[in-house]
């Protein structure tokens, strides 16, 4: 019997690397034909040189006109992950400068929508969209209201978004702290005294790796019965 991922066409933006190339790691184990998207070219070609059967292409989800084009040229699709991330925005309110906030909006939310709305008429009603969210959504911890403003309108939008597209499913899955590139900004030792202030936040005691997101992200895309829901993959972070 063939699997339900087996020849169905995915594409994941903002897969080159992280917990988006990741999931088209298991994505392409299970059968799936598994296109995806980022901005360098340097890094999707060496995705695609781990992982030789998908396929990839450069696309600036901050771009309008490139993902219609590029929606066009993929034909019709059967599920959408949206891993697109942003960075900034972190940091004490009083003093967080609100361009940063306004430049994390720019590298998340906007292009998370764009790529969203853009896929829309190509994708199949017995399909899924599924969102990377963030824990910082639901952690009420001081320094992550710019985050939470991010990740927190993405994820209220998603039972009102699963309404409208019904019987495609929306769904979002929230991470906590994952060890990928994500970090890569920072210096080793900026990035250990991060990993272990969070692992003491969090109540696995440890940073997640980018297989047990994508695990919770195939679960969804898999699930036909879920639609309209958030799953907290934080290890307890959000808690
Ligand atoms: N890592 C964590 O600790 C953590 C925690 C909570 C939530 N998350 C969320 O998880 C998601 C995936 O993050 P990750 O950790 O896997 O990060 P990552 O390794 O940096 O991956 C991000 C991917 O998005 C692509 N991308 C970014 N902006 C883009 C744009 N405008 N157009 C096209 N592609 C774009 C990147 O490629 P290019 O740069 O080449 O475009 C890359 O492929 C993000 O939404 C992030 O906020 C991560």
Redesign the pocket.
Known sequence: MPGKFENKRVVI?????????TTAKLLQEAGAEVIV????AE?LQQAKAALPRITVAV????NRPELEQFFQSTGKIDHLVL????GKGAGAFASLPLDDLRTGFE??FW?QLNTLQAAIPHLHTSGSITL????SAAMHQPGVAGLAAINGSLELMIPSIAKELQPLRVNAVS????D????DSMSAAEKAAAFEHFAAQTLTGRIAQ?EEIADAVVFLMGNGNTTGTVIRCDGGLSL
Request: charged share 10%.
């Open positions: 933006a903002g897969g080159s690397t992280g917990i988006g190339f998207t980022g901005r360098s890094k696309v600036d989800s901050n891993a697109l991330s942003g590298g998340k292009p990377i969210t963030a824990a991470p906590g702290v994952v990928t590139p994500w970090w980018p």
